[in-house]
């Protein structure tokens, strides 16, 4: 490899709601987004024998997959110092994502 210093940018992004309802209670849902412009990070290299030799060659050039992460929780105060706090956290990546959000978007 003739040069293994190289640089690549990664995009991503996020948002999230938190509301307070009141005292005692508030929740939060949220989604981030990684990889959005799917980078490619690959190396390119050889498989070489003891001799030297190139056996074959490796080009890994596929970027990296889209990932979606949605999470939300609560918390609700039951007595002072006890609470019920849910919260769940979800992770899709790639054809696995596009697939959920044709479900839930209507889209087929």
């Known amino acids: 490899m003739p040069n293994p210093h190289f640089f690549f940018g990664d995009v991503s992004a996020g948002l999230l709601w938190w509301s307070i309802l009141d005292e005692y209670t ?3 849902v ?3 987004f990684q990889h959005l412009n ?3 990070q690959a190396f ?5 024998d003891s001799t030297g ?3 074959r060659t490796i080009n890994n050039s596929q970027g990296l997959y889209t990932k979606v992460t949605i999470h939300g929780g609560a918390s609700f ?3 002072p110092r006890i ?3 849910p919260y769940f956290v979800t992770f899709c990546k790639d054809l696995m994502c596009r697939l959920i959000l044709e479900q839930l978007s209507g889209l087929h």
């Open 44 to 48: 390119k290299r050889s498989l070489v």
């Open 30 to 32: 949220g989604a981030a």
């Open 77 to 79: 105060e039951i007595q």
């Open 83 to 85: 609470a019920v706090l």
């Open 26 to 28: 508030n929740f939060y």
């Open 53 to 55: 030799a190139v056996i």
């Open 38 to 40: 799917q980078a490619n």
